[in-house]
Each structure stands twice: as structure tokens, then as C-alpha cells.
């Protein structure tokens, strides 16, 4: 199992980006997917989530109202679409798959999850 994270890159504040993850090995559809990020010295936390079969997303506070996920099932793929960009969004953005519903993928403990992809850079510049 594949989950190849692409679309990071060095953007100024209040730009945006599309950040993507393609999925491939096995068949997603009873997974949730989602993105997490990690910023300079502190601990990986949750962004989106979105259920690969109903399509339901779920998203932390800090980033409802400017990011959007979503899915497109013919290619295997989840984005990350991230408008008005701030600098406290620069992290590492990491997709994730698990078997989890999509709130779910707000508290699971971080060390079970079944799937990571290896993560993109994103820089936020102020």
C-alpha cells in the first residue's frame, strides 16, 4: 500500500495551494482518509478527513472556512485544497488512511494508524 503526498511548495500568506494524495494497493473504500501536519518542533495534529464511500468530511477549527477536502475515486486520489494561506499553516502535510470514521480520524491515537504517506513540505511565507 502506496500513499504518495505531492503539491507542497513555498507560497506567500493569503495564497493558496492544492495539495495531493494518491492511493494505491489496496481498495480504500471502507477507509477514511486524511491529512495531518507537523510543524517545526511540535506534534503532528489533524486537518481533514473525508470518508472515501459517502464522501462526509470533518476538519479542525483552525482551518474550517479556508481548507477544503476532497476526493476523486477514479484516480485514487484525496486533495487538500488550502486558500488564505497563514504562516502558522507551514508543515510537513501528511495523508493518512484508516478504518475510522471521519471524526474519528480527530482522536485516533497517531502510532495505529493503518496507513501514511511520507508527507510534503508546505512554507508559508509572512
Known amino acids: 500500500v502506496l500513499l504518495v503526498e505531492s503539491g507542497g511548495g513555498l507560497v506567500q500568506a493569503g495564497g493558496s495551494l492544492r495539495l495531493s494524495c494518491a492511493a494505491s494497493g489496496r481498495s480504500f473504500s471502507s477507509y477514511a482518509m486524511g491529512w495531518f501536519r507537523q510543524a517545526p518542533g511540535k506534534e503532528r495534529e489533524f486537518v481533514a478527513a473525508?470518508?472515501?464511500?459517502?464522501?462526509?468530511?470533518y476538519y479542525a477549527d483552525s482551518v474550517k472556512g479556508r481548507f477544503t477536502i476532497s476526493r476523486d475515486n477514479a484516480k485514487n486520489t484525496v486533495f487538500l485544497q488550502m486558500n488564505s494561506l497563514k504562516s502558522e499553516d507551514t508543515a510537513v502535510y501528511y495523508c493518512?488512511?484508516?478504518?475510522?470514521?471521519?471524526?474519528?480520524?480527530?482522536?485516533?491515537?497517531?502510532?495505529?494508524?493503518?496507513?501514511w504517506g511520507k508527507g510534503t513540505l508546505v512554507t508559508v511565507s509572512s
Open positions: 493518512a488512511a484508516d478504518r475510522v470514521t471521519v471524526q474519528g480520524m480527530a482522536i485516533i491515537d497517531l502510532n495505529v494508524m493503518d496507513y
Open positions: 473525508i470518508d472515501w464511500s459517502d464522501d462526509s468530511t
